[in-house]
Structures are given as C-alpha cells and as structure tokens.
C-alpha cells in the first residue's frame, strides 16, 4: 500500500467518523421534534377536553335559552295565525252582514 493510498483510507476513515457523528446528531434532533410534536399535541388536546368540561354548564344553559326562544317564537307564530284566521272570519262575518 502506497501513501498516497494510506492517506487516502484515513481521510476517508475520518470522513465517515465525521458524518457518523452528524447523523447521530440529526437522528438525536429527530426523536426530541417527534417527542415535542406529540407532547404539543396532547396539550392541545388537553387543554380543549378541559375547556370543554368547563365550559359545559355555560353551553348547556345557551342551549336551552336557545330551545326557550324557539319554543316561544313557535307559540308566537301559532298565536299570530289563530289571530289572522279569527279576523278572517270576522271580516267573513262583517261581509254578510253588509251583503244582506
């Protein structure tokens, strides 16, 4: 083996040495952004079940003030026909009284 072929095996061996290195350090990085990425998710989803079981009572009471308006505007709209046909037929009544 000449020199030129020695030197050449141990700038290559130092080569690899090196990028051993720089991929045990990217594959380090990899694992701590994948641990970070789920441990940011599991607080976002925490965080949202928890606001949710504490928002619950709140939206349970909108809810049924919801409901309450609903029922309340169905009444109304039943209330305002019975009215129309009441004066309908009063209307009808008042026509046949004048007709005769």
Do not use: C, H
């Amino acid at each position: 083996m000449t020199d030129e072929e020695k030197f050449l095996l141990v700038r290559t061996n130092k080569l690899v040495e090196e990028n051993n290195v720089i991929l045990r350090q990217m594959r380090r990085a990899n694992r701590w952004g994948t641990a970070f990425r789920v441990f940011y998710w599991v607080i976002i989803i925490g965080v949202s079940i928890g606001a949710l079981y504490f928002l619950q009572p709140y939206i349970d009471s909108v809810m049924k003030l919801y409901e309450q308006a609903q029922s309340s505007i169905q009444s109304l709209n039943s209330t305002v026909n019975q009215a129309q046909s009441a004066i309908g037929s009063v209307n009808s009544s008042i026509g046949n009284i004048l007709k005769k």
